[in-house]
Every structure is written in C-alpha cells, then in structure tokens.
C-alpha cells in the first residue's frame, strides 16, 4: 500500500490523491503541515531532503517526492498516460509548464490569499501573481479552444496536474469566467470515472 | 531533421543541445532572442503559444516546448533514460525539482547580473534568489555526497537538466566551492563521451 505524506488544502497533494483514487489504487493518507514546521523536521527530511510535500512511500519503503513525477510512477501503463513516445513527451510539455509557468502565479496567488494576515506585504505581489498567472490561464485557454483535453483528445495525468490549481484559481483572485474554454474542461474533468473533490 | 529554437546562452537551450549532441542526432538551430522580441511574435507564438526557448521542431513539422520535456522526447529509448518504472519517475522527479526549485533562483540570478544593468531595481531579488538556490544547490549536494550520478548511478537526462545552470552557477553569484560533491559531479559530467560546452 502507498503512503501520502500531504496537506489536504494543497494542489500538489491533491493531484495525488485524485490519481490514485481513479486508479483505485489503496493508499494511506498522513497530514503534513508545512506552516507547522512538519516539512524540516529532521523525519521529514529524511524522507524528502527539498522538505515538500507531497512525498510518497512506496510499497518497498522508499519515498519520491514532486507531484508530478509521483502522477508519472502511479499512471505509469494506466489508460492515464499514453504509451507514444510523442504523446508522453506532450503530457511532460504541460506537467513542465504547469510547475514553471502556472503553479508559482496561481497557486501562489491562492496561498498568500488563504494563509497571509490581510496586512501581510506578500499581497504586494498580487499583481504581478495575477498577470503571470493570467498569461498560463490565456495558453490553456487557446489550447481547449480546439482540445477536449490537454493531450491526445483524452483525459491524462497532464489534465490532473492542471486541474488541481485551475479548479481552485478564484481563491487566488483569478477571474475564470474569462476563460471559457477552460471552464468548460473544468466541467469534463469534473465528469470522469471516480472524480474526487479537493476539499477532504 | 530536428529544428531547435534557442538562444545560445540559455541553459534551458543547451540541455536539447547537449543532448542532441550526445545522442548524435542531427539538428539544425535557429537563434531566437527573447530581449529582442523574438519570442512574442505571431510566428513564434503559432509554434509555441507559451512564448519560450527552446522549442523543438519535429520530424513531422510539429512543435515541442519544454526543455525537460524535449530531453524526454529525445532521450527515450536510449542510454540516457532507464527503462524501469521507478528509474523513470526519479529521473522526472529531479528534472522537476530542477524546473521549480533550482532554475527559478541559480538561472535567474544568473540572468539578472549577466543582462541587466547595474542599477537595475531587479539586483534587490539577489539575496532572496542566492538563499533559495543555496537550498537547492545544498539539496545536490547532499544527494551527491553518496550517489555518482542523480539516478541509478549512471549518467541520464536528469543530470543534463541539472547540469545545465549549476556549471554556470558562479555567473549568478554562487560559490560552487561551498558544494564539493556537486564541483566532483560536474567534472563526471563534462567527461562523458561526445560532451560539448555551453558556449558556442
């Protein structure tokens, strides 16, 4: 059985989770706190030596961390990522650009939102967060405008990773009724087999 | 034939050219310059609505963005990617790790203090990217201390991606001698077979 080390209000656990739920793989769910200092605990790093969640425990007892490479073990000859080399290589494309181009804008945006005190002076970088963040949205939406999904006409890892803070980009600030195409694959991802929603 | 869209001075562009090289396939490259605007154009935007460097042409006449990505593509079923499950999912975990902890601080100091001039307001970043990046750079160089290579103890496309801005990581204002098992990784690398500088 797998062993989720995460934070239930975090994206990047989250695509975890609704992967091994669709894959109806069993696993084992630890909360981890990041705010509370669990991620460098001395255990912790032990685990993960870049102190993040999530990490996960395999079944011979060693751990992986980054979400999106724990999304390729687990999907790995699953009908969630293709076999071509081209279309496996397309579903990287989007996982890379969810982790450069997207999550440090709009799940960032959504975290000094949700965890900073309004007076906090992280929310000086609100701006620059929203129009970064507003850039990743505006490629994914010139993408859906003529995709179902992200790769292959298919439902993917590549659609999980982005899913998790698209889903949630309000909480951020984030205007998603300027995306139509993306709202409207939010409502397909939504749809498939064994969808789970973030919130525990 | 592959195409390759890059600028000569970007690690994230040396990565493909690297391992193009190692892999002896043969390439053409298009200079492309982001400071000048080349990357927002509607030619270059109709190739890879992100606006980034590298992007790779195929075969086929298709596009491929993503440095991680377009060394995933390259390097599959070769030498430079392991076959098993688990060696895949490590090697994606560094390039990730390398994407979203590493290159956003060693890559980025390094751009401010090679193309920005010296009173730019961007220089008040450099404290925050040098402690970030240390953190990264302390991260290698802990994995290093008991592994020869990042995966599998053999060279792969996860030493390419992490290669590519650490060798450089002085010109951003990191002391390379404070890492002595990342300094003894770099020069296993520079010495595998058909290794090319970054420089032209």
């Not at 991620?39 to 969640?53: C, H, I």
């Not at 949700?114 to 850039?135: A, C, K």
């Not at 889903?167 to 694959?185: E, I, R, T």
Request: aromatic share 12%; hydrophobic share 40%.
């Amino acid at each position: 059985m797998f062993t989720v080390y995460g934070m239930a209000d975090s994206g990047n656990c989250y695509k975890v989770r609704l992967a091994l739920e669709q894959l109806a793989l069993p696993y084992r769910w630890v909360d981890v706190d990041p705010a509370r200092g669990d991620t460098r605990s001395p255990e912790f790093l032990a685990m993960n030596s870049n102190g993040k969640v999530p990490t996960l425990e395999l079944e011979d007892g060693s751990f992986l961390p980054e979400s999106n490479a724990i999304l390729h073990y687990l999907a790995d000859s699953s009908r969630l990522l293709p076999a071509g080399r081209l279309e496996r290589a397309r579903v990287l494309q989007w996982m890379f650009f969810e982790q450069y181009s997207h999550e440090p804008y709009v799940a960032v945006a959504r975290a000094i939102l949700r965890y900073q005190p309004p007076d906090s002076p992280r929310r000086s970088e609100l701006p620059r967060l929203l129009e970064r963040g507003g850039r990743a949205l505006a490629v994914m939406e010139r993408h859906l405008e003529s995709e179902p999904f992200f790769v292959d006409a298919r439902y993917s890892i590549a659609d999980i990773a982005l899913y998790a803070y698209t889903h949630c980009a309000a909480d951020g600030g984030f205007d998603l009724s300027a995306y139509p195409a993306v709202g409207a694959w939010l409502e397909r991802v939504k749809a498939q087999p064994r969808h789970v929603p973030m919130a525990a």
